[in-house]
C-alpha cells in the first residue's frame, strides 16, 4: 500500500511538472517573440504619457510605464508598477536610460533579463503610439 501511494505522489508530481513546464515554455517563446513596433521619435507630442503592457498569456509581465516627451523628444521613462517576477534582476533606469539616449526602441535589453526587458520596452512603444502626431 505504501508503495501504491509514493508511485502514485510521483506520478502526480511528474505529471504537474510537464503541464507546469510546458505552460512556461509556451510564455517564454510568447515573450522572445515580442515584436516591438517602429516608432519614430521625430514625430511626438510634448506631454505625458502613459503605456502598459498586458504581460502576456499567464500576465506574469504586466507593466506601466510613464514617459515624458518635450521639444520632440523622449527626456524621461519612468516604471510606475510590475507585476514581474523578474523585476527584481531589471535594472529598468539603466533600459530606459539607453531608449532615451538613442531615442530608439532599438536598444541593447538587460543581460539576464531578455523577456523582462522586452515587456518594458513594449510598454514604452504603447506610451510612444499616444505621443504620436
Request: charged content about 25%; hydrophobic content about 40%; overall charge neutral.
Amino acid at each position: 500500500m505504501k508503495k501504491k501511494i509514493i508511485l502514485i505522489s510521483t506520478a502526480s508530481v511528474i505529471v504537474f511538472c510537464l503541464i507546469n513546464c510546458r505552460g512556461l515554455k509556451l510564455e517564454h517563446e510568447e515573450a522572445r517573440n515580442l515584436p516591438l513596433n517602429e516608432i519614430y521619435f521625430t514625430n511626438l507630442n510634448d506631454g505625458t504619457y502613459i503605456g502598459e503592457y498586458e504581460g502576456g498569456m499567464y500576465k506574469w509581465r504586466v507593466c506601466t510605464v510613464e514617459i515624458l516627451v518635450t521639444s520632440g523628444k523622449v527626456r524621461n521613462i519612468e516604471m510606475l508598477g510590475t507585476s514581474d517576477p523578474g523585476a527584481e534582476n531589471t535594472s529598468d533606469s539603466l533600459l530606459f536610460d539607453r531608449v532615451v539616449k538613442a531615442q530608439s526602441l532599438q536598444v541593447d535589453v538587460i543581460s539576464g533579463a531578455t523577456l523582462t526587458s522586452k515587456a518594458y520596452l513594449k510598454a514604452v512603444e504603447k506610451a510612444l503610439e499616444r505621443a504620436q502626431k
